[in-house]
């Protein structure tokens, strides 16, 4: 407690003096401790002034220090033998403090009392120790002879303690440092057993850092594969969702082009291909003049009664049967097909695409017509066709619809009007321009309305022979 309070107070109050008066007047303080009899706290502060002098690299202090604990530990009558070995070993490194910095007398009395300890067993030895008149020998020499005789010292104060003991004294030391003995082996092997427990500890630790780092490669390597199968799986939900838009694009482009081709048919079965193209690219479609062209105009006998004595499902159905019959027969020779009304049916040969053999192949195709009806059809028509100029083109803006104009279209009307049932009827102008495979028989003239006289000829093919 008291050398508690005494640190306490040096330490708070001397950085308050200059250097020198402080560590003098606690040297002074210690010494007088040490007069009064205080030991123990005289060696609690020179404790404290060697460690003073230690963190200040006051080697002068130091040495003071040392010397003075030296003193508490071998004037304490109550010091073991340990302690007073201790002061001993405190006087021999304040000898050497002393030497360092220069204090020849306080080594001279370092040794001296050094000397007092040892006795005459070490006379021998005392002469060696440095003095005044021996300073500035071999520092060397004065290093050995000191620790020699501080050697000596604490041999005489081990054997004053060994003749101070009884026999009975000399058997319980003997068996107080055999169990020593014992406890220091005890303590060795538990040493030993803690050394043992700290390589297996460490032995557990470094198997438990493996584990833990095994443990996080393979948590790593498991989040890196769920990664890749979560990549992979979006990969492939992409890819599917690319293949499945990709077949429905397909899909929708398949339909626009049916759609496409069905409204290109549609509008090619209204409109020659030519003028369907232009009116695509365009929007409208110019009429043209055609300089050689041939009328066909066709029309079914007593149709009225026909119509009057059949259903109308039954009648369409007729028509329909005909006119398909009509158009495939027309398609073939190159005709362009123009309208039907009612049960009239009108179509034109070099018309929109200019054809020197027009009137040829409309003679042919309405031939063939004739022939239809007379070996299957359900209805007698009258043929007229004529030859000459027409204009042709699309009118209006909404349900287009291809047709031609012009005198040769309504000549062509007249003549099948006076045409006589069964038969092909044909104008002076389409007669001059078959060649000798026809036959053209003039049957008589006729009057047109709003046109005038006309020639008419009945035409039939020559066969081969």
Not at 341 to 353: H, L, N, Q, R, W
Not at 425 to 445: D, K, P, R, V, Y
Request: charge should be neutral; charged fraction near 25%; aromatic fraction near 8%.
């Amino acid at each position: 407690m008291y050398r508690l309070a005494y640190l306490f107070l040096f330490v708070v109050l001397a950085p308050a003096l200059p250097a020198q008066t402080r560590y003098d007047g606690q040297i002074a303080a210690i010494e007088r401790m040490l007069q009064q009899g205080k030991y123990a706290t005289a060696g609690a502060q020179s404790e404290a002034l060697i460690q003073e002098g230690q963190q200040q690299q006051l080697p002068k202090v130091e040495a003071y220090g040392n010397y003075l604990r030296g003193r508490a530990l071998l004037e304490n009558p109550s010091s073991t033998a340990n302690q007073r070995i201790a002061g001993v070993r405190a006087l021999r490194i304040a000898s050497a403090g002393f030497s360092e910095v220069g204090l020849t007398a306080a080594a001279d009395s370092v040794a001296a009392r050094l000397r007092q300890i040892a006795g005459a067993d070490s006379l021998g030895v005392v002469s060696e120790l440095p003095t005044l008149r021996s300073f500035g020998r071999p520092r060397r020499q004065n290093e050995e002879a000191l620790d020699q005789t501080a050697l000596g010292a604490i041999v005489a104060l081990q054997n004053q303690e060994i003749e101070a003991l009884t026999d009975t004294q000399l058997r319980q030391l003997l068996r107080i440092q055999q169990q020593d003995m014992s406890i220091d082996s005890f303590r060795f092997q538990a040493l030993n057993d803690s050394f043992a427990l700290m390589q297996q500890d460490m032995l557990l630790e470094e198997q438990r850092a493996l584990t833990q780092e095994e443990r996080q490669r393979r948590n790593f390597f498991i989040v890196l594969a769920l990664g890749v199968l979560v990549a992979l799986a979006l990969l492939y939900l992409r890819y599917r969702s690319s293949q499945r838009f990709q077949a429905l694009l397909r899909e929708k482009n398949r339909r626009i082009q049916e759609e496409q081709k069905r409204s290109n048919d549609l509008l090619l079965n209204i409109l020659p291909h030519s003028v369907a193209k232009e009116l695509k690219d365009s929007g409208k479609a110019r009429a043209r003049r055609f300089a050689g062209a041939t009328v066909f105009f066709s029309d079914f006998v007593a149709f009225s009664e026909i119509a009057a004595r059949t259903e109308p499902e039954e009648l369409v159905r007729m028509l329909d049967d005909t006119f398909r019959a009509f158009d495939e027969i027309t398609e073939r020779h190159g005709l362009e097909k123009i309208k039907t009304i009612g049960d009239a049916y009108m179509c034109v040969c070099g018309v929109p695409e200019p054809d020197p053999d027009h009137a040829v192949k409309t003679v042919r195709a309405a031939l063939e017509i004739q022939r239809y009806l007379e070996r299957e059809g359900e209805f007698t028509a009258r043929i007229g066709i004529h030859s000459g100029e027409v204009v042709a083109g699309v009118v209006g803006q909404k349900k287009f619809a291809y047709d031609i104009w012009g005198d040769t279209v309504n000549q062509a009307a007249r003549l099948e009007a006076a045409g006589a049932p069964g038969e092909v009827t044909i104008s002076q102008a389409t007669c001059n321009l078959l060649g000798e495979h026809f036959f053209c028989e003039h049957i008589g003239t006729f009057e047109a309305k709003n046109i005038g006289v006309m020639d008419r000829y009945r035409v039939h093919e020559k066969q081969l022979v």
